[in-house]
């Protein structure tokens, strides 16, 4: 029979995003999840609902049952599985942390070429919220 783990979707183009799920796999001694790139051959047919995701938004986190976390509630979702963290997950449940993570990670996301230094012409761009001018 075949073992049914979470699945962690990730662009496996982006080099930041490929060291972060390096550090996530080093936590993950039990092998809970299995990690796909979202440039992997099949996965939308595997997983349907993932043809109609932008993945500008982060990674994707596939439960058993077929539920999708995106972005900081994937992140939440990977941490309280894991030993070390599962204790400190809890945290993102209150409502303002929820918040501060999330704008966090759509930050990150946002980012995500300049922070792993792998960047096409103009995509390295950070953007800067604040500034209108």
Known sequence: MLKRTPVIVYDGECRFCIRQIERIKSFDQAEQFEYVPRQAVGIEERFPILAQSD?????RFISIDGKVDVGAD??????????????????????????????????????????????????CKISDSTHHG
């Not at 993945?55 to 990674?59: I, K, P, S």
């Not at 946002?110 to 096409?120: E, H, M, P, V």
């Open 55 to 59: 993945f500008n938004t982060g990674m």
């Open 74 to 123: 994937a992140v939440y979702q990977i941490f309280k599985r894991l030993p070390g963290f599962a204790t400190i997950a809890w945290i993102y449940r209150l409502p303002i942390c929820k918040q501060v993570a999330r704008l966090a990670y759509a930050w990150v996301a946002a980012n995500r070429k300049k922070l792993g230094q792998s960047c096409d012409a103009g995509a």
